[in-house]
């Protein structure tokens, strides 16, 4: 009895007794499912209960961990198993990864804690003070460094930031080309590399290899904030937010031209040098096409433009919204 108590609470996966004789006999623990398929009433009633107990585990809702209990169970039902958490996967995770995750997906510290005392040490998850040190470690890397004006924060080298996002994007494969259109509307074919421009308001020369950058504001947030943003749109979805960099928290309490002013000294400098001095893909240097994305109001101050109107409905053509007398001869 003292035995089957020990073994009940304890559970080994691996038993090794040793009998008088010398033989030695190894007990594991082989799970086996009681039918090879499930309905999907059944499916769902055991995704429910493994969902609440983990829930209850990690002090979530049920909701929140439901799609990974889906996907959990439907890989246990696939491989003839019983439905358990993938770890072994996990020990190979470094600690950077484990850092952005944490940051991508808003996980608390307290949160990814309690998930790494749950899967135990086997997992390979980082401690807390690891996790510490490594996001230190990223805070002091070039393309990470902050700076602020006494009125907001902001990239201190937006062009590195920007350089090792295209590096990451070649490594994994994940770099599209993105071509210029003629005014025929057929896509102008770029063989030359860039040598570098004294104007940053020059356009490139056509057949020069570029890359396309965006760049944009977004007023919002319970203190009333103005986040500026720089994408790549070389790049599969380049207005997600995980393909999205930020570049500066501005606080503004209004759209007028003076919170528009401070910004622009703080970012123009950074742009300018970009189109000037250009950014390398794959060992060779190209320039950069800085696209203005977001509000109309935004784009027509930004640019010095007056507004719409029924001769100009937007900054980049001139086409009459309504045909009179007095604009039809224009």
Known sequence: AFWNGHLAATRPDKIQVKFKNGRIRNYEITFEPRKPVMAARQMRRRIGYASAAVARILGLEPELITAAMDDICRRAMHCGGVAVAPTAPLSAL???????????NNVSGALFQKLRLLLGPAAGLASRERLRADRAIAEAEEPHVA??????????????????????????????????????????????SFSGQDSPA????????????CFGLDKGGLRSTCKAVITSCNQEHPSSRGNTILYGVFPT??????????????????????????????????????????DLRFISTWVGHGGPSSTHPCVWCSVVLRRTKSNGAR
């Open 94 to 104: 470094p600690v950077r990864l484990q850092t952005q995750f944490i940051i991508d």
């Open 253 to 294: 309490a209004k759209d007028d031209h003076d919170s528009l002013a401070a910004i622009a000294s703080v970012s123009v400098p950074d742009l300018d040098g970009l189109r000037q001095g250009g950014l390398f893909v794959h060992g060779t240097r190209r320039a950069v096409r800085l696209i203005l994305t977001g």
């Open 147 to 192: 700076g602020t004006n006494g009125g907001g924060a902001y990239l201190l080298s937006p062009c590195a930031a920007l350089q090792a996002t295209f590096d990451h994007a070649v490594s994994k494969k994940q770099f599209l080309e993105r071509l210029v259109r003629g005014a025929d509307g057929r896509e102008i074919q770029a063989t030359t």
């Open 202 to 213: 020059a356009l490139p020369p056509p057949g020069v290899l570029d890359v396309q950058i």
